[in-house]
C-alpha cells in the first residue's frame, strides 16, 4: 500500500472522461497550464473553490487531468524528459520522494508569497500544503453514550475501561502515531518516531483488532454496520456517515493532521505559469472556499480569517486552529526518510505474526 491509499478509498470515483484534460477557459488566455488531482467529488469542488477562480484571475487556461495514484505516472513523465503535466496535487510525501529523486522542481518562495506566508511546517523545497484531512477516533454512539466515549487512543487500548470490537488501518502511517500516543508520547513529540515503542505498543491491541481496514470506504462500513464499536478512520468518512443521521461521532484529540501538497513536475512545460498557479491556488480567499463545497480543512490558516468560513463550519474542519492544536502533524519528511520507509517494511511483518 501506498501513500495513496487515502486517495484511492475516500476519492476513488473518478470523474471520467468529460474531466481528463478538460479546460477551464479564461478570455484571451495565452498562457496555460496542466493540473493533476484524484478526480470524483473532490476535484469537482476545488475546481468551483479554487481552479475555475484562479484561471479568471490570472487570465490562463486550467487544462486538467485526473489520477488516484500520480507518483508512477511522474517518474514516467519526468523520466522521459518531455513531462506534459505541470502542477500535480498528490500526497504530500510524494513531493519530497519526488525532490529526492530529481523529478520535482525546488520552489523559490520569493514568488510564492501566498505560500511562504504559511507555516513553515506546512511546506517545504518542494511542496506546498493544499488541504487537510485527519485520522481520527471515531466511535459508535450506541456503544457509548454521550460523555463516556473514547477521547484518546490511551481509551481506545484500554480495553477494559471501554470493551468493544475494534479496527485499525492495515498500514503504519498514522497508526504508529497513535500507537506511540496511546503509550503516552504527546502529539508535538513524537518525531522521530521512536518504531520499536510503536510496534511493542501495538503487539498490545492486536488481539483485540476485528478488523484491519484497507480502505476508506471499509472504515466507514464496518463503524456504520456496527461490525466495530470503534476505530480509525479519516475525518470526512465519518462527517459523512454523520450527515447521513447515523449515530457515529468522532474526536480530533490525538487525531494525526495529513496533507495532500502541491508540486511542480521537473521541466514542466509551463513552469512560470504553474508558479503563479501554486501561489494563486493557495491564496486565502480561494482556500476559504473549499470547504464550503466537501469536508476537508483548508492548508492556508489565514483562510480562517477571511470571514468565508462561519464558526459553526470551522468547528468541523480538522485543521482549524483549535481542532489543529489538538492534533499530531505529520511529519512527511520522517516518512519519506530511509526510517521511514523501513517501518513501511517492518509493518508486513507484524502483520504475517
Known amino acids: 500500500m501506498t501513500y495513496a491509499s487515502h486517495v484511492a478509498g475516500l476519492r476513488c470515483a473518478l470523474l471520467g472522461a468529460s474531466l ?8 484571451q488566455a495565452d498562457e496555460q497550464v496542466t493540473f493533476v488531482s484524484q478526480g470524483g467529488a473532490y476535484q469537482k469542488a476545488q475546481t468551483v473553490a479554487i481552479l475555475d477562480p484562479a484561471a479568471k484571475k490570472l487570465n490562463i487556461t486550467i487544462n486538467q487531468d485526473s489520477i488516484p495514484d500520480a507518483w508512477p ?3 514516467t513523465q519526468v523520466g522521459s524528459g518531455k513531462p506534459t503535466w505541470d502542477v500535480v496535487d498528490t500526497p504530500t510525501g510524494y513531493c519530497l520522494r519526488g525532490g529526492a529523486q530529481g523529478l520535482i522542481e525546488k520552489l523559490d518562495f520569493s514568488k510564492l508569497p501566498n505560500a511562504a506566508a504559511m507555516p513553515a511546517a506546512y511546506r517545504s523545497d518542494y511542496s506546498v500544503a493544499y488541504e487537510f484531512y485527519s485520522s481520527v477516533l471515531a466511535f459508535s454512539q450506541k456503544t457509548f453514550a454521550a460523555g463516556n466515549a473514547p477521547n484518546s487512543w490511551a481509551d481506545f487500548w484500554d480495553v477494559k475501561k471501554f470493551p468493544g470490537r475494534r479496527a485499525l488501518r492495515n498500514h503504519p502511517i498514522a497508526t504508529l502515531e497513535a500507537a506511540l500516543m496511546a503509550d503516552g508520547v504527546a502529539p508535538d513529540k513524537l518525531y522521530p518516531l521512536d518504531v520499536d515503542r510503536a510496534f511493542k505498543k501495538l503487539d498490545e491491541i492486536k488481539p483485540f483488532i476485528t478488523v484491519w481496514w484497507t480502505s476508506g470506504a471499509q472504515s466507514a462500513q464496518l463503524l456504520n454496520d456496527g461490525e466495530v464499536d470503534m476505530v480509525m478512520a479519516w475525518n470526512g468518512r465519518v462527517s459523512a456517515l454523520i450527515n447521513e443521521g ?6 480530533y484529540n490525538q487525531g494525526v493532521l495529513q496533507s495532500t501538497s502541491l508540486c511542480i513536475l521537473k521541466g514542466a512545460p509551463n513552469l512560470s505559469t504553474a508558479i503563479r498557479f501554486v501561489n494563486e491556488a493557495v491564496d486565502p480567499v480561494n482556500q476559504a472556499n473549499l470547504p464550503l463545497h466537501i469536508d476537508y480543512g483548508p492548508a492556508n490558516p489565514k483562510a480562517f480569517d477571511t470571514g468565508i468560513i462561519k464558526p ?3 468547528v468541523q474542519l480538522p485543521s482549524a486552529p483549535e481542532n ?3 492534533q499530531a502533524l505529520m511529519s512527511y519528511a520522517w516518512w519519506s526518510s530511509p ?3 523501513d517501518a513501511e517494511k517492518r509493518w508486513a511483518s507484524f502483520m504475517q505474526k
Open 73 to 75: 505516472a511522474i517518474k
Open 246 to 251: 447515523a449515530k457515529v461521532g468522532f474526536t
Open 20 to 27: 481528463g484534460l478538460a479546460a477551464i477557459p479564461s478570455a
Open 324 to 326: 489543529a492544536a489538538k
Open 312 to 314: 459553526e463550519r470551522a
Open 339 to 341: 526510517a521511514g520507509e
